[in-house]
């Protein structure tokens, strides 16, 4: 019985975690694409100036 009531909680806690890691690798992935746009930034730029 007891296992019943805990069976909800333990889903939401679960849903959760997979909701905080898909934010965690959205966070990565722009903070690589924001990196690699910056260097490709500073590339043209010092393209343009050498």
Same mark, same amino acid.
């Given at each position: 019985?007891?296992?019943?009531?805990?069976?909800?909680?333990?889903?939401?806690? $679960? /849903?959760?975690?997979?909701? $905080? *890691?898909?934010?965690?690798? *959205?966070?990565?992935?722009?903070? /690589?694409?924001?990196?690699?746009?910056?260097? $490709?930034?500073? $590339?043209?730029?010092?393209? /343009?100036?050498?």
């Amino acid at each position: 019985m007891t296992q019943m009531r805990h069976r909800p909680r333990a889903r939401a806690i $679960a /849903v959760r975690a997979e909701e $905080a *890691r898909q934010a965690l690798i *959205r966070r990565a992935f722009l903070a /690589v694409a924001g990196a690699l746009a910056v260097a $490709a930034g500073l $590339a043209a730029l010092h393209g /343009v100036g050498g």
